[in-house]
T-cell receptor, first 115, second 115 residues
Framework: AQSVAQPEDQVNVAEGNPLTVKCTYS??????LFWYVQYPNRGLQFLLK??????LVKGSYGFEAEFNKSQTSFHLKKPSALVSDSALYFC?????????????FGTGTRLLVSP | GAGVSQSPSNKVTEKGKDVELRCDPI?????LYWYRQSLGQGLEFLIY????????KSGLPSDRFSAERTGGSVSTLTIQRTQQEDSAVYLC?????????????FGDGTRLSIL
């Protein structure tokens, strides 16, 4: 069975500082991994994905994520946080070997960036 | 271009009533998904449609929930005899089909409140 863990309910960071939002996953085969962001009263917006190849994936709005197979992690990072990055972030996984098309999401991490 | 459109954006109804939620996916997207997001929870998969194939209904929580997709485009999620625990945001997503690495694109959801 697929699963995703986001161990932090909330991450607080000051504007201009680097941020990290953690995600670990569990799949029986090889994963496709995704990060989404959700602003209040909106749907989820795709940020970036890992398929294969380079472990460092770059996405929208200056975000990037690092795939670590040995640690089964896919942490979201940004070198310099903005107040406007404050939102709810979801990590999601799909096992590419099972044929399941549905994404399994983590419970989300709220990012608060203070001025 | 147009994104995923959901209607209504908000629905308030009395316990025991039936409700219909509508999703209009992105043109050309043959895969369509319904999720439920409860307060403080992650996203719960409900149902998945892919082209003319039989839908994956494995996430529907009870037989009060059903969904259909007409003409491979618009989808309707129906909840019969609503209960207070059905209160949640119902999100629809669509994607290009065939490859599991295609990101899903979400609508802004329908916020359902059962009195």
């Amino acid at each position: 069975a697929q699963s995703v863990a986001q161990p932090e309910d909330q991450v607080n960071v000051a504007e201009g500082n680097p941020l990290t939002v953690k995600c670990t996953y569990s799949v029986s085969g090889n994963p496709y991994l995704f990060w989404y962001v959700q602003y209040p009263n909106r749907g989820l917006q795709f940020l970036l994905k890992y398929i294969t190849g380079d472990n460092l994936v770059k996405g929208s709005y200056g975000f990037e994520a690092e795939f670590n197979k040995s640690q089964t992690s896919f942490h979201l990072k940004k070198p310099s946080a903005l107040v406007s990055d404050s939102a709810l972030y979801f990590c999601a996984v799909r096992d590419r070997n099972t044929g399941f098309q549905k994404l399994v999401f983590g419970t989300g991490t709220r990012l608060l960036v203070s001025p | 271009g147009a994104g995923v459109s959901q209607s209504p954006s908000n629905k308030v109804t009395e316990k025991g009533k039936d409700v219909e939620l509508r999703c209009d996916p992105i043109s050309g997207h043959t895969a369509l998904y319904w999720y439920r997001q409860s307060l403080g929870q992650g996203l719960e998969f409900l149902i998945y449609f892919q082209g003319n194939s039989a839908p994956d209904k494995s996430g529907l929580p009870s037989d009060r929930f059903s969904a259909e997709r007409t003409g491979g485009s618009v989808s309707t999620l129906t909840i019969q005899r609503t209960q207070q625990e059905d209160s949640a945001v119902y999100l629809c997503a669509s994607s290009l089909a065939g490859q599991g690495y295609q990101p899903q694109h979400f609508g802004d959801g329908t916020r359902l409140s059962i009195l």
